[in-house]
């Protein structure tokens, strides 16, 4: 395993709110990491930085030893939590636009994973439901094939039902020697596909174990263990 993503007194502000506030993290290749924490907690920050989408006041992140730019394009895979898609084209078109753009684009499984959840190919993007245009957002994120992907909620909008497809989804179409971070607030639903977990809260990082580390040692499921963390740093 080698680090494919490293924090270094990662700070980032917004006016006088301080998003992120020092934060020193380093993840590795081949493990599935949940980035937790309430809404607001500074996940999507830290996502959008890893992306270089904005600038850190100070500090760093670094993708495979490179600051986020024209070389960590080519190695991330990065899923919003936000529609960003043009409501015009049709899912076809989409495919076919994101096969040309990114060269390690798997325009197959892309097919099989819209036919398994039932999305037409000929439906123009701004017909479908909110849930059904994540679907599609989710499905052309995995099935590029990179080293890092960045999934920020990528089940907030996702009815029930389709959850389990989603995660499986994403458990089965990721390399191994990949790094997956997945930044949501629905611990209960992730956290059986998760090695590690990493509590982020008011942009501190509070902790960062192992998943099996917190279950034999806690007694607890990952998610009651965070809701006991959260409790008492609420009381504080």
């Not at 006088?16 to 996940?43: M, Q, Y």
């Not at 996702?158 to 458990?171: Q, W």
Request: with cysteine; net charge negative; aromatic share 8%.
């Amino acid at each position: 395993m080698s680090v494919m993503m490293e924090c270094r007194g990662l700070t980032k502000k917004y006016g006088g709110l301080t998003a992120l506030n020092n934060v020193n993290l380093s993840l590795e290749s081949g493990r599935i990491i949940g980035l937790l924490g309430p809404n607001g907690s500074g996940k999507t920050t830290m996502l959008k930085l890893a992306n270089g989408l904005i600038q850190p006041n100070s500090g760093e992140i670094l993708l495979a030893g490179h600051k986020p730019g024209p070389e960590t394009k080519e190695l991330v895979s990065y899923l919003p939590d936000a529609n960003y898609l043009m409501d015009w084209m049709n899912v076809n078109g989409l495919v076919e636009m994101f096969r040309d753009f990114y060269p390690d684009f798997n325009i197959n499984k892309a097919y099989e994973m819209l036919a398994n959840l039932g999305i037409p190919g000929d439906a123009p993007l701004k017909t479908l439901s909110k849930g059904t245009k994540e679907k599609v957002q989710l499905i052309l994120a995995m099935s590029r094939e990179a080293k890092i992907y960045f999934l920020d909620e990528p089940i907030g909008g996702v009815d029930p039902a389709a959850r389990d497809y989603i995660l499986e989804t994403i458990i089965s179409n990721y390399s191994e020697d990949a790094l997956v971070v997945i930044s949501t607030h629905l611990i209960a639903d992730v956290e059986k596909m998760l090695d590690e977990a990493v509590l982020i809260n008011n942009g501190e990082v509070v902790l960062h174990r192992t998943v099996d580390d917190i279950r034999e040692n806690e007694g607890k499921s990952v998610d009651e263990y965070f809701r006991e963390v959260f409790r008492c740093l609420v009381s504080y």
